[in-house]
Each structure stands twice: as C-alpha cells, then as structure tokens.
C-alpha cells in the first residue's frame, strides 16, 4: 500500500510558478514511476508529466513541454512538478499518482484509469 500526498498548489497570477510536492509512504517508492495529472472543471483528467522508476527518464504531455518539469528524491520519497511560465488552462486540481515498475513514456500512454495509487490532489488557480 502507499499513500500519496500532494502539497504545493495555490493561487497564482499568469506567468507565474509553483513547485508541487508529492510525498509517498512506504519503503517501496523507487520502484514506482511517478506521474501527475489534472482534472480542470468539467473536463476528464488528463496527463501531465511522469518519471520512471529507473533512471531519471521523463515524458510530458505537450501542454507542459518547455515550461514544467517532474523530478523525484528517493531519499525523501517525494516526486516534484515544477511549473513556470503558468497560464489560466494551467487552473485544475493536480493529482499524484503511482504505477509499479513503470516508466515514463509508458505512463503518458495509460488511461488514468491505469494507475495503482492516486493522491486526493492540490488546487492550482492562475489568475489572468
């Protein structure tokens, strides 16, 4: 079992940045690719960046390409989303999720319906 934990959304103006956290429980994080997501009002969730659970291979959807970037700290059991230059369709709820020995670009190919644990998610608002 592992629970995921985001922290970091909030309200920011157009071109901004925020730093999203996503802190995982267990011993078995590493071998977890780690992924977020976003669900806007009244739109499906949809992919946003993930990272695999070897390497430092990342994959993003091409709505975050050049402006966000996903990383992760073993050692602290947390997975990142730093995003920049944010814009008003930027505004959602980001999500956290794990997938067991997954990769990155395999993860941008899944259904979010494929992962196997989700966080309860962080509210990012960018104003204009």
């Known amino acids: 079992q592992v629970r995921l934990v985001e922290s970091g959304g909030g309200l920011v103006q157009a071109g901004g940045s925020l730093r999203l956290s996503c802190a995982a429980s267990?011993?078995?994080?590493?071998?977890?690719?780690m992924g977020w997501f976003r669900q806007a009002p009244g739109k499906e969730r949809e992919f946003v960046a993930a990272?695999?659970?070897?390497?430092?291979?990342?994959y993003y959807a091409d709505s975050g390409k050049g402006r966000f970037t996903i990383s992760r700290d073993n050692g602290k059991n947390t997975v990142y989303l730093q995003m920049n230059s944010l814009k008003p369709e930027d505004t959602a709820v980001y999500y956290c999720?794990?997938?067991?020995?997954?990769?990155?670009?395999?993860?941008?190919?899944?259904?979010?319906?494929?992962?196997?644990?989700w966080g309860k998610g962080t509210l990012v608002t960018v104003s204009s």
């Open positions: 999720a794990a997938k067991w020995r997954t990769t990155a670009q395999a993860m941008g190919g899944m259904s979010y319906s494929g992962m196997d644990y």
């Open positions: 267990g011993r078995t994080f590493s071998s977890y690719g």
């Open positions: 990272i695999s659970w070897v390497g430092t291979y990342t």
